[in-house]
């Protein structure tokens, strides 16, 4: 930026008062970084963050990218596709955090990888703060790290781009798990999830309205399901009717009601996002008690403790059992299950936003200038910024929006 005279800017000469010329902020440099996405540890996580197309335009925006030997075999990548597309395939699992200014990862970093970190470091990974203890925040902000919550930033539409992107993916899977353990292959009933000429229709119950909520009612109808959907919104139900059509059922949950409406369910999709103060579960063990033998639950919302009573957190190795004649799929962590279609969904939001951190000139101004981008943040250069964290844990917080208006 040219430099501009202001007469009003002055410095001491000798013997006299020179006017000076007043340097403004030149144009922001772009920054390049070092960015590492380690393989992931826990069992069933079989995602990555980037695709290796997402790979291929950062290195040609200047990015180094380092990639841990076999991090992507779970989600059909290889290394191969990696270094062909300009990455780095790295054997050490401690050479990822110790080289690296930005690290990419699905999970929360576990206690060993934390002592990894060089420190001054950008985490992005998801938080689930309920798993976490005291401790595992002190070791982050001990290390001058700014941590980065994937499932709380936001676009400018104020909308949660990773749970929307993963929940689309989870609710439409969600009805061809359904499918499957419908079909005598797995032990059900023998019910094709669909209808065809001359034969009544299975019937779907969705609990919620959301994203989630959403991508299932358009899977089970796509196939020729009959779906009724109970939420706590009118408005949602409206909107999720203008999006639609109207040939499915909405209602309020009302307890005749729903009852009523399970007693004919061949599946139900629990897709609640649960409150902390609200109830706890929108169907009870007596409910499911009277559900037809053979039908099926899937419980998306299992990762929050299921919104189903008698709903059990399983694995993907294990994701079933059967109760009161109903089976139940419960496994956190659907979109798992089709890690390389969750794989290209997540480049499609981390590519982009290490782009923008690199033209904003570095996380600080990337933070300054994106307000989305401050909502993830609960650790920033070492200074705890979530308050939730900070009344859970008695560890005093800073509010992140106080330390950006000092810069």
């Known amino acids: 930026m040219k430099q501009q005279v202001f007469p009003h800017s002055w410095a001491l000469g000798k013997g006299s008062l020179l ?45 180094q990218i380092l990639i841990e030997t076999r991090a992507g075999d779970r989600a059909n990548y ?29 999970s929360p970093l576990v206690e060993k990888e934390i002592e990894y970190l060089k420190g001054n470091q950008v985490i992005i990974s998801s938080l689930r703060h309920m798993m976490q203890d005291k401790d595992y925040f002190h070791r982050l902000m001990k290390k001058k790290i700014t941590a980065i919550s994937y499932e709380h930033l936001r676009n400018n539409d104020d909308s949660f781009p990773v749970i929307r992107s993963m929940s689309e993916i ?10 499957e353990y419908l079909s005598n292959q797995h032990g059900g009933k023998g019910v094709m999830l669909g ?13 919620g309205a959301g994203t989630a909520a959403e991508s299932a009612a358009r899977a089970a109808m796509s196939l020729g399901a009959f779906v009724k959907i109970f939420d706590h919104s009118v408005d949602r139900l409206r909107r999720l009717q203008d999006i639609l059509g109207r040939s499915m059922y909405t209602s309020v949950f009302h307890p ?11 599946v139900v999709i629990g897709a609640l996002h649960l ?40 694995t993907h190795r294990s994701p079933v059992f059967v109760k009161h004649g109903v089976t139940h799929y419960c496994v956190p962590n659907i979109p798992s299950r089709v890690a390389k279609t969750a794989t290209i969904a997540l480049s499609n939001i981390f590519a982009p936003l290490i782009l923008s951190i690199g033209e904003s000139g570095g996380i600080k101004n990337a933070l300054l200038h994106s307000p989305g981008l401050r909502k993830g943040v609960y ?22 929006e106080l330390l950006m208006a000092a810069f």
């Open 19 to 63: 006017p000076q010329e007043e340097v403004l902020e030149r144009g922001r440099k772009r920054k390049q970084f070092v960015v590492g996405m380690p393989r992931e540890l826990q069992e069933d996580e079989s995602r990555i963050c980037l695709a290796p197309e997402a790979v291929e335009m950062l290195v040609g925006n200047g990015h």
């Open 78 to 106: 290889t290394d191969n596709d990696y270094s062909e597309c300009g990455g780095f395939i790295v054997d050490n699992h401690t050479e990822i955090f110790a080289k690296s200014d930005i690290i990419l990862k699905i």
């Open 170 to 179: 989870a609710g439409g899977t969600s009805i061809l798990i359904a499918a």
């Open 195 to 207: 209808g065809i000429t001359g034969i009544t229709p299975a019937e779907v119950v969705i609990l």
């Open 256 to 266: 005749r009601v729903i009852t009523k409406a399970l007693q004919s369910a061949d």
């Open 275 to 314: 409150e902390s103060n609200g109830p706890r579960f929108f169907i009870t063990e007596e409910m499911v008690r009277e559900m037809k033998k053979g039908s099926v639950i899937v419980d998306l919302s299992i990762d929050q403790g299921g919104c189903i009573e008698t709903s059990e957190s399983r």
């Open 379 to 400: 650790v920033y250069n070492g200074l705890l910024t979530n308050s939730m964290i900070g009344s859970l844990f008695d560890i005093p917080s800073k509010d992140i």
